[in-house]
């Protein structure tokens, strides 16, 4: 059964394990944070426009995604500043991004305004090298959400949030994505955040599920981990061993999380290592 290991957040999301510490944003206090083990936390940086998916360069500078205004920001002498603008391939709020080794980020983004009312469109995923470049390298994306990169480097994995499903790409030497296949489909299954162990499986965070689960290429559920009446938004694996499961969670999720206090990182002990990016 998970345990709270930080309460009293607006609505956690994009967590990575870096330097023995969860970094997670929490969108609507506009802030990212830094978590220990012992539950003490820090604020590392501010993004008014909301804060979502992180990651970090080669040379260990943070990158931020800032949702609303469709940018990727970089943390440079202390100061955030612009890295790259996605607004012109942004169909709407930028979320998850995965970094690689040689500091190219793919990002995410809804696709529509999901909160202005807007029927759903299909989004594109961009890659964002690192001097700044924005190059479109998948498209029709049913939301696209959390991903990760295999430990060699050779594959992306991303969820599909309203495709109900894992898509997999292999990642060309100049960081273009080839070969879109499945990774799982499973019906009632809406990813959002993810992370991949050692034996190849993806937890997935499932919000509508009140769950997360560990699933196998190919589709099969073969762990769940239940949140009675609580939503799953991401969820990574870290700690010293790589086996303890961090799991964002909130009552709901939008911009009516503002001013409220219930989101929680909860964490719960696992058997397989994390592997690969983030």
């Not at 999301?13 to 003490?40: Q, T």
């Amino acid at each position: 059964m998970p345990q709270t290991l930080l309460d009293g957040l607006t609505f956690p999301e994009g967590p990575r394990w870096h330097d023995g510490r969860l970094w997670f944003s929490d969108f609507y206090n506009y802030r990212v944070v830094a978590l220990g083990l012992d539950g003490k936390a820090e604020t590392m940086a501010t993004v008014p426009a909301c804060p979502s998916g992180l990651g970090w360069m080669p040379d260990r500078s943070l990158l931020v995604v800032s949702m609303n205004d469709k940018r990727l920001l970089r943390m440079q002498a202390g100061q955030l500043v612009e890295h790259a603008d996605l607004s012109h391939v942004a169909g709407g709020p930028c979320n998850d991004m995965v970094v690689d080794r040689l500091g190219r980020a793919y990002v995410g983004n809804f696709g529509y305004e999901r909160f202005k009312g807007e029927d759903v469109r299909p989004a594109v995923l961009a890659r964002v090298d690192p001097d700044g470049t924005v190059t479109v390298v998948a498209r029709d994306l049913k939301f696209p959400n959390g991903a990760v990169i295999t430990p060699d480097g050779s594959r992306l994995i991303i969820g599909e949030t309203m495709g109900n499903c894992l898509t997999s790409f292999d990642i060309a030497p100049d960081g273009g994505l080839l070969n879109r296949s499945v990774f799982a489909a499973v019906e009632r299954l809406f990813p959002d955040g993810i992370c991949l162990d050692e034996e190849g499986l993806v937890w997935v965070a499932d919000p509508r599920g009140n769950r997360v689960v560990r699933v196998r290429e190919g589709g099969a559920i073969v762990e769940t981990i239940a949140l009675p009446g609580r939503n799953a938004y991401a969820c990574m694996l870290g700690g010293e061993d790589r086996r303890t499961l961090f799991i964002c969670t909130a009552p709901g999720s939008g911009p009516e999380r503002a001013g409220k206090t219930d989101g929680k990182i909860e964490i719960v002990r696992v058997s397989v290592a994390g592997a690969g990016l983030p």
